[in-house]
């Protein structure tokens, strides 16, 4: 380890509430100094926060931008706690930048999963809509619909798709059919799923999960053509990118009717809006109608010491050697990689 990284001399920002004692720990023993904001920061208060920092674990919701990796000299990793990264970070300003970003892939995608279908049953038997009328003294039942045998369609069959559809296929004896840019034959076999092109799956599905990869090539993936598609009984599930479904359109559909009830987990805006100051007006709908949980889904106990092990892992060994498992940068390996060293002599 270079002299400059011994003692306390490294500061690590640690954003958000995830990181726990354990993980804490290691990063004291490998000497590292952590400092802590649990709280959501914006562009100015992150910037003043990374002032003097070579590595940052975000676990938060932070925004950051070119316009803040631009005003932080020293900082040569962010190591984002979870698999989408590119909602939070502009890879191409920081590889430009020549600072690393790492991620924390196979660590949540059962935890996503489980919440997926958690949300799915709240929806379909309407269990924090028929607890809020109790509360309010309505005892009058709510006739529900069992998910059992139902036509279960996935949008995107990867590690949280999958894991959801071997869920609803053992545990449910669930119809599951998928659309995906490529084949999933392992699947397919495994569960007796049906591939189909994304227009037929809303038509024919009884519930359809959006469990695609968070990436801004498929916002606005699910928008008023297709929510046309869907049924007026058929329930939508989003556990992905909020963005993959035009609010607008899906505020429409769900007051006319057009579709039956929507779950999210994660909203538009972060943190969540007032009813009132809502742009997208979702958030004044009964529980019948729209649920959402705020990004809760890779929040387990679990996940988070999986995702922990991980970040602490990349950031260790990045700031110790330049190297690191789990890099996204496109192409950090020449240019960027020199940039990075330039940084570690400046520290």
């Known amino acids: 380890m270079p002299d400059a990284l011994r003692g306390n001399a490294t500061t690590i920002l640690v954003t958000g509430e995830m990181l726990d004692a354990t993980h804490i720990g290691l990063l004291k023993e490998a000497g590292f100094s952590p400092t802590f904001c649990p709280t959501h920061l914006d562009s100015d208060a992150l ?3 990374l002032q003097g920092v070579s590595g940052y674990i975000l676990g938060g919701v932070e925004h ?4 803040v990796l631009s005003q932080c000299p020293d900082l040569r990793i962010i190591a984002v706690l979870g698999v989408g990264y590119d909602v939070f970070v502009d890879v191409e300003a920081a590889t430009a930048l020549g600072i690393a970003v790492t991620n924390t892939p196979d660590t949540n995608a059962r935890s996503v999963a489980e919440l997926t ?9 309407r269990v924090s809509y028929s607890n809020a009328e109790a509360k309010r003294g309505h005892t009058a039942q709510v006739l529900a619909r069992e998910i059992s045998r139902s036509r279960i369609g996935i949008v995107g069959m990867g590690a949280i798709g999958s894991s959801a559809a071997q869920i609803l296929r053992f545990g449910f004896d669930a119809d599951i059919c998928y659309y995906s840019p490529t084949r999933k034959p392992g699947i397919e076999r495994e569960l ?18 959006l469990c695609a990869r968070s990436s801004r090539e ?3 993936l699910i928008g008023e053509d297709e929510l046309h598609r869907m049924r007026p009984t058929t329930v939508l599930i989003n ?20 579709i039956a009830a929507a779950a999210f987990d994660g909203y538009y805006t972060e943190p969540l809006p007032s009813p009132a100051d809502d742009p997208y007006r979702l958030l004044s709908l009964p529980d019948d109608r729209f649920i959402v949980t705020p990004h809760i ?9 999986r995702m922990n092990a991980k970040a602490v892992a990349s950031l260790t060994s990045f700031l110790r050697s330049g190297t690191a498992e789990h890099i996204v940068n496109p192409a950090f390996a020449s240019q960027t990689h020199m940039r990075g060293h330039n940084r570690l002599e400046r520290l």
Do not use: C, W
């Open 192 to 209: 007796g799923a049906t591939a189909l092109t994304l227009p037929a799956l809303l038509e024919e599905s009884d519930a359809v999960l």
């Open 239 to 258: 556990t992905a990118r909020p963005m993959l479904v035009d609010g607008h359109a899906l505020y429409a559909a769900l007051t006319k009717r057009q």
């Open 117 to 125: 279908i958690a949300l799915l049953l709240d929806v379909e038997r």
């Open 47 to 49: 910037v003043d926060a």
């Open 218 to 220: 498929t916002d606005g």
């Open 297 to 305: 889904g890779a929040f387990t106990r679990n996940a988070v010491s």
């Open 64 to 67: 950051v931008r070119e316009d």
